[in-house]
């Protein structure tokens, strides 16, 4: 049973590792939800809204 406790950790943790490094590549987010996202939407995924800009770099 340990062994399966393990990989389970391993896994969510490269899960996390994944999902902060996709935040940091985004090149657009939503203005209604905030949802990052990668190419350029006319309208928003995850909610459908119209309000997809460019991220801000520094």
Request: charged letters at 35%.
């Amino acid at each position: 049973m340990g062994l399966f406790n393990d990989l389970g950790r391993k896994v969510e943790e490269l899960k996390q590792e994944v999902e902060n490094a996709s935040d940091e590549e985004a090149t657009h987010r939503c203005g209604a939800c905030e949802a990052l996202l990668y190419p350029d939407h006319d309208e928003c995924p995850e909610c459908g809204e119209p309000s997809v800009s460019p991220v801000e770099t520094e």
